[in-house]
Antibody, heavy 118, light 111 residues
Framework: EVQLVQSGAEVKKPGESLKISCKGS????????IGWVRQMPGKGLEWMGI????????RYSPSFQGQVTISADKSISTAYLQWSSLKASDTAMYYC???????????WGQGTLVTVSS | EIVLTQSPGTLSLSPGERATLSCRAS???????LAWYQQKPGQAPRLLIY???SRATGIPDRFSGSGSGTDFTLTISRLEPEDFAVYYC????????????FGGGTKVEIK
């Protein structure tokens, strides 16, 4: 069974760093892209970027380029989304999802809620 | 980057009625690589339709997708109570993926 399991909710202060994770199982982790999607409170879905764990090829939405870093460790089938200095406006639910060329996001993680507040 | 515009923003209907949701792209979506997702409160999105018109595994046949080029439609033939949710369209298909943008969403609410 394909599963993407994300790390738990985080509460951070502005200026702090954070790295959240997404662990894949039940499929060949290195053969599919993993994308990250932001959903701010009460708002829609925003595509942030995507990584191919097989060779770490990474692409970012222009809106998120330079704001976050996406990485992956294929040895433990885990993708990451990280911030070096959080802002209150980073408060949101973050989802990871699996993607393959010519296929949409077919499996999703359960989401990680990030709250940034002083 | 392709921009997807969904309309209406909110659709107020009664159970048993037909729902028609629109997704318009700022430029042609290649090979009809257009998907629809359903999201209920507190849940991750769920894939409903891919390739503009193919239902994902386990999706009831009251859900159907149509369209090509820049205009796409999701139709729910007869709304069931569990269908009241927010629906998003998304374009995909470039290789390597460079833009996987979503539309702004349509909320289908009980009238």
């Amino acid at each position: 069974e394909v599963q993407l399991v994300q790390s738990g909710a985080e509460v951070k202060k502005p200026g702090e760093s954070l790295k959240i994770s997404c662990k894949g199982s039940g499929y060949s982790f290195t053969s599919y892209w993993i994308g990250w999607v932001r959903q701010m409170p009460g708002k829609g879905l925003e595509w942030m970027g995507i990584i191919y764990p097989g060779d770490s090829d990474t692409r970012y939405s222009p809106s998120f380029q330079g704001q976050v870093t996406i990485s992956a460790d294929k040895s433990i089938s885990t993708a990451y989304l990280q911030w070096s200095s959080l802002k209150a406006s980073d408060t949101a639910m973050y989802y990871c999802a699996r993607h393959e060329y010519s296929s949409p996001f077919d499996y999703w993680g359960q989401g990680t809620l990030v709250t940034v507040s002083s | 980057e392709i921009v997807l515009t969904q309309s209406p923003g909110t659709l107020s209907l009664s159970p048993g009625e037909r729902a028609t949701l629109s997704c318009r792209a700022s430029q042609s979506v290649s090979s009809s690589y257009l998907a629809w997702y359903q999201q209920k409160p507190g849940q991750a999105p769920r894939l409903l339709i891919y390739g503009a018109s193919s239902r994902a595994t386990g999706i009831p046949d009251r859900f159907s997708g149509s369209g090509s080029g820049t205009d796409f439609t999701l139709t729910i033939s007869r709304l069931e109570p569990e269908d009241f949710a927010v629906y998003y369209c998304q374009q995909y298909g470039s290789s390597p993926p460079s833009s996987l943008t979503f539309g702004g969403g349509t909320k289908v609410e009980i009238k």
